[in-house]
């Protein structure tokens, strides 16, 4: 599943058979809530099939509490999925500028017990 960027919304691309998790750009928009509408039901659906290594890739320029409450709802789909033996990676890139960005990539390493690579971005 490909979904094209906006000013207000990221671009996402989620590929079964590529092992490829993105989430990038700007994640504001008012249709923000239909958007990891989609992707949650693609964790639900497509990522228990997945047998190799998946790299969940974050990189958001602007997001706000909507982003923040769904990637919380991601993130315990990750659990779950890594329990069940599923490997999974989270890579948070984080705007250096931005105290908030890697505040938040910090919050999910610790509530959720799961490592994250850091990448700083400017």
Known sequence: MIIKKTSGSPYVKLSAEECCFEIKGNSFSNIINEIYEKILT????????????????FKF???????????????????????????????????????????IGEDIEELFNLPVQFIEFE
């Open 61 to 103: 320029n602007v997001s706000n509490s909507v982003t923040y409450k769904n990637i919380l709802i991601m993130m315990t789909k990750f659990v779950k999925l890594k329990e069940q033996g599923q490997k999974i990676n989270i890579i948070w890139y984080y705007n250096k500028d931005e105290e908030d960005s890697l505040a």
């Open 42 to 57: 693609w964790i639900d659906e497509e990522m228990p099939k997945i047998d190799c290594a998946i790299d969940c890739i």
